[in-house]
T-cell receptor, first 113, second 116 residues
Framework: EAGVVQSPRYKIIEKKQPVAFWCNPISGHNTLYWYLQNLGQGPELLIRYENEEAVDDSQLPKDRFSAERLKGVDSTLKIQPAELGDSAVYLC???????????FGNGTRLTVT | AQSVTQLDSQVPVFEEAPVELRCNYSSSVSVYLFWYVQYPNQGLQLLLKYLSGSTLVKGINGFEAEFNKSQTSFHLRKPSVHISDTAEYFCAVSDQTKSSYDKVIFGPGTSLSVIP
């Protein structure tokens, strides 16, 4: 089966610019997660979707971050405007249900200059 | 609140030698425990998980881990490492009061370097 696909793999932007990341989960996976991974640290959950509904976005900085999962399949994570501290790897994961193993994509490495 | 501690940030080990990566957790409730591996420039892959039952859990690539409730530990072991085991390893915990993958808290990771 095809894995979780993320794009772009790398993104370099200047601070105050907007940026968007895209994630295509494994076909049939209803649960989708966005994680933030800072250098030398473990992933931290930003938001979790059950189908098209965001069921846990408590860790998402809503002043500049937004996410959507239209039609309960692909998802987009946006930052506007980006800050230097947003430089990190953004990981997407999906699972068949919220009680199934997580499958991670390869991530998008964001560098804000 | 839950937390995960991985005591060693870096572990160098010679090829074919045994290795143990340490993980300790804290939680006010019973937990599920996981180990994930992350190869360079890739996402995380599940190595093994403890949900219930036997405290010795076997995973992929010859890894195993033992759940010790009294010591709140879940150390990962492999009797003989290979060059291809060089990667970042993350221990993770989730409350048993929720679904097992509802909110998974990851540790800071241990970088395993296998020396030829």
């Amino acid at each position: 089966e095809a894995g979780v696909v993320q794009s772009p793999r790398y993104k370099i932007i200047e601070k105050k610019q907007p940026v968007a990341f895209w994630c295509n989960p494994i076909s049939g996976h209803n649960t989708l997660y966005w994680y933030l991974q800072n250098l030398g640290q473990g992933p931290e959950l930003l938001i979790r979707y059950e189908n098209e509904e965001a069921v846990d976005d408590s860790q998402l900085p809503k002043d500049r971050f937004s996410a959507e999962r239209l039609k309960g399949v692909d998802s987009t994570l946006k930052i506007q405007p980006a800050e230097l501290g947003d430089s990190a790897v953004y990981l997407c994961a999906s699972s068949f249900t919220n009680n199934s193993p997580l499958h991670f994509g390869n991530g998008t490495r964001l560098t804000v200059t | 609140a839950q937390s995960v501690t991985q005591l060693d940030s870096q572990v160098p080990v010679f090829e074919e030698a045994p290795v143990e990566l340490r993980c300790n957790y804290s939680s006010s409730v019973s937990v599920y425990l996981f180990w994930y591996v992350q190869y360079p420039n890739q996402g995380l892959q599940l190595l093994l998980k403890y949900l219930s039952g036997s405290t010795l859990v076997k995973g992929i690539n010859g890894f195993e881990a033992e759940f010790n409730k009294s010591q709140t530990s879940f150390h990962l072991r492999k009797p003989s490492v290979h060059i291809s085991d060089t990667a970042e390893y993350f221990c993770a915990v989730s409350d048993q009061t929720k679904s097992s993958y509802d909110k998974v808290i990851f540790g800071p990771g241990t970088s395993l370097s296998v020396i030829p």
